[in-house]
């Protein structure tokens, strides 16, 4: 991107000068102008450019940007003077030795070259810093950008990394439950696992996958949840997506864990209800709905950490595109999210 506005500037400058070397003979008649008089108008856009590009490429980077403000002001009124004096030189000598004496013009007086000369190069330097300045604040913002994009994917991946031992850990302390009382389940749940964390570990390296790989993954889980829940717990889900919507892997898994680990109760009667479908628009709707048993203190399981990991990985990859709200009304614990996606 930066070598391309590179690129562009040159056919910009040339095109810039090129009006202005030309600017006499737009307005000039064919009788009133040829190459002899044009001599003397073409030193001063040389001038100008000697201004022009002393700033772009020395005295801007050297001083201004430096902030040696007084250096750059005094090189810029002697470089000014020291052109004014050399083009006053040439517009005398031309207007007397090589314009034909019947149509040789007066020589302006010096109060007129003062407003023509003088203040148009001040101009011509201010419009250098003005263009070189813009030009720097542009590259700055390209390179504050590239490093907001850096620290938001280095985030990104830190939380991901976080995800995996946290999923890792919230699962294996359910196949923990289920050892006890029934080993050989406990043995198809291993396996069961095992293409829960292929998809964990290997099959959402990516930024954005097929929604309907998480519906997978999310159907997975449930079943291997399915295995060890009491029969005084009610589980329904109502899930149906489009197969066209891709979405920032493994967002809906932390809000299902929070159900089960919530939600369930070995003695009292308990339900969790999970819903997740595809609005108009692009927009992915989930709700989960549970009975809600907090945890004391003594339970460190999970360690609280996966709300709040799904707070900044939605913040990071979805600005002002997501909304997440939890609620407990009359003990029941309700999560909804939305977010909009590009279809």
């Known amino acids: 991107m930066g070598d391309n506005k590179k690129a562009l500037q040159i056919p910009i400058h040339l095109i810039g000068w090129g009006i202005t070397f030309c600017f006499p003979l737009f307005f000039a008649s ?8 044009y001599l003397g108008y073409f030193f001063i856009p040389i001038a100008f450019m000697l201004v022009f590009y002393s ?44 314009m034909p004496p019947n149509i040789r013009r007066p020589h302006p007086p010096k109060s007129m070259i003062v407003i023509r000369d003088y203040i148009l190069m001040i101009l011509v330097a201010a419009l250098s810093v003005a263009i070189k300045m813009t030009g720097n604040w542009y590259r700055l913002e390209s390179e504050r950008k590239e490093l907001e ?56 390296n990516q930024n954005i996958v097929p929604l309907m790989k998480e519906v997978e993954f999310i159907n997975n889980y449930i079943a291997l949840m399915k295995i060890r829940l009491p029969k005084n717990v009610s589980l329904e889900t109502d899930i149906s997506v489009e197969n066209n919507i891709f979405v920032a892997p493994l967002l809906f898994i932390t809000l299902i864990e929070n159900a089960f680990k919530h939600g369930v109760s070995q003695r009292a009667s308990s339900f969790i209800k999970v819903e997740l479908k595809t609005l108009d628009r692009g927009e992915i709707y989930c709700r989960i709905e549970n009975s809600f048993f907090p945890k004391d203190r003594q339970d460190k399981s999970g360690s609280g950490i996966g709300l709040e990991n799904l707070k900044k990985r939605l913040a990071l990859l979805y600005p002002h595109r997501h909304r997440l709200n939890t609620e407990v009304r009359e003990g029941r614990y309700i999560t909804e999210l939305r977010i909009k996606v590009d279809k």
Request: proline share 2%; hydrophobic share 45%; net charge neutral.
């Open 30 to 37: 064919k009788e009133g102008m040829n190459w002899n008089s």
């Open 55 to 98: 700033n772009y490429f020395l005295l801007i980077d050297k001083l201004l940007f430096r902030k040696k403000m007084l250096q750059f002001i005094i090189l810029n009124i002697a470089l000014i003077l020291l052109v004014e004096l050399c083009l006053d030189w040439w517009m005398h000598y031309h207007s007397a030795h090589l």
């Open 149 to 204: 994009k850096g620290r938001a994917e280095a985030e990104l991946k830190n939380l991901k990394n976080q995800l995996n031992p946290h999923f890792l850990f919230n699962t294996l302390n359910n196949i923990y439950s289920l050892i006890s009382f029934s080993p050989e389940e406990a043995q198809y749940a291993v396996h069961d696992l095992s293409r829960l964390l292929r998809y964990v570990l290997y099959d959402n």
